[in-house]
């Protein structure tokens, strides 16, 4: 193989910044990729895969904004919307945010800020990645062949009575599952063992600390998920009476098993997009976070309280009123913890030197989702007003908000912040800022009327709506094409900058953190020398070159 | 690349001095818990009594399985940490679900053989359905009486 375009060597005036023996020179040809053992290479294919995985997903919601353009038939039948929300849910969900953050930036990064050369188990992440892409081949294997027309949930009885293509997509589910368990027990591990000198557990990043929260989930959770999709397969395949009522089961039983993996998986998606934002703000203010042990101890309060809150998915399923208030109690835990690392991080930014880059445009983005959506998540964890909501657009509305609002924001904000890490190449801050403002406008502009609609009693899953519904969806359709543009953009500049974009150097941001202390891009052991460290992250009492800001308060 | 340095020798050396026959007496135990298990599904347990039992045996011989087999017997204080926390979320799944069966309105738990046979509910969802309409009730009262001789209806005709 050719040298990739990242290695291309540049201008000769740049060439002292650049590390020219970098893990992505380090070897040549397609079998060094496929059989490496490098995180950051692994980190780099998943960057690759997840990111097809988002275009397909977003083609997938591209398509269903389309047919709800109009009241009636627009694009397709019934059946192919129903086909389509299903596998725009199931991409997204399980392709695309589950692994995204923690499959890329997790391993990219969590060695590099505990000075450690690799991953604990460096063969067992390359085995994630495959069972990665087996997984994403299987259940999409089940798209192309009739799809299925569950939703994502696959809620039962008719999950196990339809006659669409759902074994191979829960089998494919199944498999990433493996993959999402194989990548947190990886990430404990380093934590727990791979720390370098001196990085104890109150100096490690909060990244790291949010990312070790999201990995015990992953571990608790996930096979409850896989042990879930096999009875769902097995009744539709044997017809077991486990979840179907007409066999003695219970349809119940199935949400809460589903939602049991499901709300934490939330926090699977949520948590690491909150430790994006714990490294990016304190790179924006030039200041240590406000409340390190505050912050750290709510990623795992929130893992921990996750888990207490399934059933206010099941308010309106037949789940006794004894559960349903006890569940609506327990949900409002999470905002404690969640509004612990709010406070913090806007603390954080008093008294700070906030350059207006990118990456905080899309901390401002997320501030506003998590806090938005998250609000609108209290109010639905409120039987009452459940009621009323459920099923509705306002639901659609707000899990868009808290879920694909604050990834994206974290993922845009990660790729953007840590581009020069990853590629020793800087891209367009002008281009960046035009784009960072088209996606939170078109987010807003997308989902705000399904608030509205979803108030208004539109429910979701529908192909046809009454005509006083229509000028509200074609404002949200309107904003999903604002969207695409803005994430079109962005692949095309960064595309363009890894061939052209500006040499970036070691620390083009002045940041403290300690992933910006070796050469960009790293070299393949990481580090030219063993770490010992002798401070706390982004402490900026000692400044590097370019800070602005010469305290840390 | 360095790393801390990690004082697990000791626990090396306990499980090397844990002799073979411990596992033959726990391999016992499995088999023993297997044949019980097998003798009881024979025996007409009430209901549940036959669930609580097949599942204390079951929890009995998955333990001895994880404290010795996987050697969590020898291991100090995070794996054990780690299996306790699995545990808790193991009752928490449990314990959740078996309140929601046990507070649920009854018609929406099927699989219990007193719901199947259970009327629909009436026009108020929350209360079973009434006594049947005047006119398909049986007949009743002393001015309803049917004559002496008279052939009887059968009621709701």
Known sequence: MSQSLATTPPAPADAPAYNPRNYLNAEAGIASWLLTRDHKRIAVMYLVVTTLS???????????????????????????????????????????????????????????????????????????LYLYAIGAAIAVYGMIHGGADTGWTFYTPYSTTTVTKVVPILLGAFVLGFSSILTGLNFIVTT???????????????????????????????????????????????????????????????????????????????????????????????????????????????????????????????????????????????????????????????????????????????????????MTGIALATV??????????????????????????????????????????????????????????????????QFLLGNYGMPRRYYSYPERFWPLNVASTAGASLLAFGFTIILVYLAISLRWGKVAGPNPWGSRGFEWDTLSPPPTENFLENPVYTRGPHDYTEAPEGAEVTHAT | MTTLPRNSTSEHDRMEHAGAGRYWIVWALLLLGTLVTLLLSRVHLPSPFHLLVALFIACAKSALVVLFFMHLWDHGGANRLVFATSL???????????????????????????????????????????????????PSGPEMQPEPGAPVRPPGR
């Open chain 2, 88 to 138: 808790i979320f193991v009752v928490l799944l449990i314990g959740l679900i078996v309140l929601d069966n046990a507070s649920r309105f009854a018609l929406t738990n099927p699989g219990h053989g007193r719901t199947l046979d259970m009327e629909p509910p009436g026009p108020d969802i929350l209360t079973p359905r009434g006594p049947p309409e005047p006119a398909a009730r049986p």
């Open chain 1, 192 to 374: 727990h063992t791979l720390r370098a000198p001196g990085m104890s557990w109150m100096r490690m990043p909060l990244f790291v600390w949010s990312i070790y929260a999201t990995s015990v989930i992953q571990i608790l959770a996930t096979p409850v998920l896989g042990i879930t999709l096999l009875l769902v397969a097995f009744e539709h395949a044997f017809g077991w009476g486990i979840f179907d009522p007409a066999r003695g089961g219970d349809p119940i039983l199935f949400q809460h098993l589903f939602w049991f993996y499901s709300h934490p998986a939330v926090y699977i998606m949520v948590l690491p997009a909150m430790a994006v934002m714990s490294e990016v703000i304190q790179a924006s203010a030039r200041k240590n976070i406000f409340g390190y042990k505050a912050v750290a101890f709510s990623s795992l309060g929130i893992a921990f309280v996750g888990f207490f809150t399934w059933g206010h998915h099941l308010f309106t399923s037949g789940q006794s009123t004894l559960d349903a208030g006890i569940f609506g109690v327990l949900s409002m835990f999470v905002g404690i913890f969640t509004a612990i690392k709010v406070f913090n991080w806007t603390a954080t930014l008093y008294e700070g030197a906030v350059k207006f880059t990118t990456w905080f445009a899309y901390f401002c983005g997320f501030l506003f989702f998590l806090v938005f959506g998250g």
């Open chain 1, 54 to 128: 988002f275009a397909l997903g977003g083609f997938y919601a591209m398509l269903i904004r389309i047919e709800l353009l109009t009241p009636g038939p627009t694009i397709m039948s019934a059946m192919s919307y129903n086909r389509m929300f299903t596998l725009h849910g199931v991409v997204m969900i399980f392709l695309f945010m589950i692994p995204a953050i923690p499959g890329v930036f997790g391993n990219f990064f969590l060695p590099l800020m505990l000075g450690a050369r690799d991953v604990a188990f460096p063969r067992l992440n390359l085995l994630s």
């Open chain 1, 384 to 449: 009452s007003l459940d009621i009323h909501w459920q099923d509705t657009y306002f639901v659609v509305a707000h899990f868009h908000f808290i879920m694909v609002g604050s990834v994206i924001m974290a993922w845009l904000a990660a790729l953007h912040y840590w581009w020069p890490k990853m590629f020793g190449r800087l891209y367009p801050e002008g281009w960046g800022l035009v784009s960072a403002v088209l996606i939170i406008l078109g987010f807003n502009a997308t989902f705000i009327p």
